[in-house]
């Protein structure tokens, strides 16, 4: 049943009954200011976990302190890992202060060095909240110079806070509530994932 | 009506056909629908009010599952000025190993601050969803005149997306699998972590502890009018071995009679392991309380005298024979106790309920049963030290014991009542106990002559017995039905206990429909108190007549959200209410607070009066 109500209702991104109806015309409306799949999930400046040339695309919208993205992080990684043809993208989006830029920072710094993933796994392991030392102490258990990584930033600012600048945009053009949020394929998937979700969300994108 | 929005059905076709071959060229985002985190704004509601120091007090209601950190609240002036000091209340230590340790709220949150001036003041706040999704801070602009609250960039309506949901795949959605849990695996209550009796003493000194606990709670049971039957059969067992009763002889059979009672009880701890079961549905059925009240009042007439009771010729003949005179003997002991503790079982249930729903919880059979062969020892102990000490008194039987039959017979009755009273008219138990004190006051002042030794005691006891069935009597009459507040009624303000009106409670039958509920006492700011009970709990009966109604119940009981569950018949619904908030069956009440926690310690099982449910009541507004 499709109603004024329900097109209003809508708006707020429910009412799976008429989804396809009412979404297409705001859809259409709202074309200009979203952001394409291609700034999402293949921005030339993040690197690529799991396969590159994967069929399927997982982008995590997550923070180093949040403390559902890093205990549901071994389970991702092991769907990423298991089936073997999966993109995974990190999407840095610091929401709990200072800290949170910091680890963003040393992560993507990392890359040059192609420590990137080793960076990552270090500090997806940490425990909750983090303090700058914490984040440099976990880098340096994971054997990354906190200093030298630092240093590299310092020296082109711009290009890490490009990245985290774009993924800001992104998440809030996604109207993201908080991390960690997902995307799979092309669908929009706010808090945790587990196991399961993942593997129907990822069966569900191969679908089409 | 149709027609009308038939009209729009096509017309919106038309554009959408028209759209979506537009929107093939464009990638399309797919969105779940009913994205599973709530709003940032019904995770936490913010509301501003002014404190009566004349500064802001910020509050924010915080949905069951979600937490604000206290450290990420924050406030500054809306100009992007200086921070304000801002004041919290302390929180919870969250501490676990996703987590390092630091504060949060659930439920509700506040924050004052004391000289707010007159510029907008922009207040940050950030929470969680409990294993769902961390919130990015959210900002708002609250205007300290009016306290209108905006939230900063006017970000509040959100934007439509041209990344469009697509249609969901139920299976697909983490959505609807987390939905489903909300009603399934994690509701929106919280239970304490106290497990329950046998439990946590499982867990304190593991079954060690409980075996040596049911003895124990035997030995206090052993004091109620329920046991009494055991000593006048016992007696009248050690009698019949005339001459060659010792105090050895005594505790030989008193202990046989008591591992009988016992084993009797075993087998009922072990059907209560084995089946998971309630028995009270059996135990507590008024029919069952009935023949038991009748079966009391038999027996009473019998120590009267008016006739003798004894098992059948045929069995105790059956029973001597054999081995021997002594052997037949030791074997009658053991029946006779097992068959006694089918008279004292059912009647020490409403004291056992609790004992009896966690066995029943355990389902651990050899623990139910030997927790009960605990108890039924422990209430025999004295028995076996009467018969021990009294061996080589008893024979002597002459008229002392007809009196001491008579005692007894007296406290059958009594017992009598006190079975029947939840399923006799209210007024009729107060008559029944007036008319036995008074029995009890005559038939003490005629039989024992005031020149006897202690003549002058029992005569005051059976004249201050006949005063006070009098004065039962009187308030029976004039409507009162406390045994031990006849004349309330009388009292000034003419009885506190009927002027204000009786507690109402709302039915609920299902997980959702309790849920539901807490959820409106959550809007409400009151805590939630729910209680079971049935059609067939007896103990039911008399929380309902007189822990209830009473005055001081009430008041404890105002301002809690009542929610009454019935469970006189079992069905599907509220058996998974049952499990999910860890009920064994009725009488139980839990409390939860204004967030649907559940109050550590305050959960009442099986026997409660009016001093638990207060103390409970208190315990639970204390928080």
Request: charge should be neutral; charged fraction near 15%.
């Amino acid at each position: 049943m499709i109603t004024r109500r329900n097109l209003l209702a809508g708006s707020a991104a429910g009412i799976a009954a008429s989804a396809a109806a009412f979404t297409l015309l705001p859809a259409a409306l709202q074309a200009q200011g979203m952001p394409t799949v291609k700034e999402v999930l293949f921005d030339p400046e993040i690197p690529v976990l799991g396969n590159p040339k994967g069929d399927v695309t997982i982008a995590e919208f997550f923070d180093y302190q949040c403390p559902y993205c890093k205990k549901a992080h071994p389970d991702l990684m092991e769907v990423v890992k298991a089936d073997g043809n999966i993109r995974l993208v990190m999407k840095d989006w610091p929401i709990f202060g200072a800290p949170s830029f910091h680890a963003a920072t040393m992560a993507l710094a990392a890359q040059k060095s192609g420590a990137y993933p080793t960076a990552v796994a270090a500090l997806m392991a940490t425990d909750g909240r983090l303090s700058l030392e914490e984040i440099n102490t976990a880098l340096r258990g994971a054997g990354l110079d906190p200093t030298a990584l630092q240093a590299a930033h310092d020296k082109k600012p711009d290009w890490i806070n490009g990245i985290l600048r774009r993924n800001d945009a992104q998440a809030e053009a996604f109207r993201f509530g908080g991390t960690p949020s997902y995307i799979v394929g092309t669908r929009i998937y706010n808090g945790v994932m587990d196991k399961k979700a993942l593997l129907s969300a990822i069966a569900d994108a191969r679908k089409g | 009506m149709i027609r009308d929005s038939h009209t729009k059905n096509t017309a919106l076709r038309t554009i959408v056909r028209r759209l979506a071959s537009l929107l093939l060229c464009l990638f399309v985002w797919t969105l779940p629908a009913g994205a599973a985190p709530l709003p940032v704004d019904e995770a936490f509601t913010l509301q501003v009010h002014e404190a009566p120091d004349g500064g802001l007090a910020f509050q924010w209601k915080i949905a069951p599952g979600y937490y604000l950190y206290r450290e990420h609240i924050e406030a500054k002036t809306a100009d992007g000025g200086a921070p304000l000091p801002l004041e919290t209340g302390s929180g919870i230590a969250k501490d676990d190993p996703n987590f390092g340790t630091t504060e949060i709220y659930y439920a509700s949150a506040e924050a004052t601050l004391s000289a707010p001036g007159d510029a907008p003041i922009a207040l940050t706040y950030q929470g969680c969803q409990e294993d769902g999704i961390c919130y990015r801070p959210e900002t708002r602009v609250i205007d300290p005149l009016t306290l209108a609250v905006t939230a900063q960039g006017g970000l509040v309506a959100p934007k439509l997306s041209l990344w469009t949901p697509a249609p969901t795949d139920t299976t697909a959605d983490p959505a609807t699998d987390r939905a489903t849990e909300t009603t399934g695996a994690a509701p929106a209550f919280e239970l304490a972590e106290d497990p329950g009796l046998i439990p946590s003493l499982m867990a304190r000194g593991g079954v060690i502890l409980v075996l040596a606990a049911f003895p124990l709670f035997g030995l206090l049971l052993a004091f109620t009018p329920c046991v009494f039957p055991m000593y006048p059969i016992m007696a009248g067992a050690l009698a019949r071995e005339g001459e060659r009763l010792t105090p050895r002889r005594g505790f030989v059979l008193s202990s046989l009679y008591v591992l009988g009672l016992a084993s009797a009880f075993a087998l009922l701890g072990a059907a209560a392991g084995w089946s998971g079961q309630n028995l009270q549905m059996v135990l507590q059925s008024p029919w069952m309380a009935g023949v038991l009240a009748l079966l009391f009042a038999v027996l009473a007439l019998s120590m009267f005298g008016l006739y003798e009771l004894q098992l059948p010729a045929r069995w105790t003949n059956a029973l001597s024979r054999g081995t021997g005179q002594g052997a037949g003997s030791k074997r009658a002991a053991v029946v006779l106790g097992f068959s006694s503790a089918l008279i004292v079982g059912p009647c020490v249930t409403a004291p056992l309920a609790g004992a009896l729903l966690y066995i029943a919880q355990t389902a651990d059979v050899t623990l139910g049963a030997a927790a009960l062969f605990g108890l039924g020892i422990g209430k025999g102990i004295p028995l076996i030290v009467f018969s021990t000490l009294g061996g080589g008194v008893l024979p002597r039987a002459g008229a002392w014991m007809d009196t001491v039959k008579q005692v007894f017979g007296f406290g059958f009755l009594a017992t009598a009542i006190w079975m029947a009273a939840p399923l006799l008219p209210a007024g009729l138990e107060l008559f029944l106990w007036a008319a036995l004190l008074i029995g009890f006051g005559t038939y003490a002042f005629v039989h024992w002559p005031v020149e006897r030794s202690g003549g002058v005691v029992v005569r005051t006891a059976s004249l201050l017995a006949l005063l006070y069935g009098a004065v039962l009597t009187v308030g029976a009459a004039a409507g009162s039905n406390d045994p031990l507040k006849p004349l309330a009624v009388f009292a000034g303000g003419s009885a506190a206990g009927t002027s204000a009106p009786p507690l109402v409670f709302a039915p609920t039958g299902s997980t959702e429909a309790f849920q539901a509920q807490l959820a409106s006492a959550r809007g409400q700011d009151r805590p939630t108190m729910i209680y079971f009970t049935a059609d067939w709990c007896v103990t039911c009966y008399t929380i309902e007549r007189s822990v209830l109604p009473a005055p001081d119940v009430k008041q404890a009981l105002s301002g809690f959200q009542l929610v009454k569950a019935d469970v006189s018949d079992i069905d599907a619904a509220n058996t998974e209410l049952m499990a999910q908030l860890k009920v064994a069956g009725p009488p139980t009440m839990i409390f939860f607070d204004e967030g649907g926690k559940e109050i550590a310690g305050a959960r009442l099982v099986g026997d409660i009066n009016r001093q638990t449910l207060t103390a409970a009541a208190d315990l639970a507004k204390e928080r």
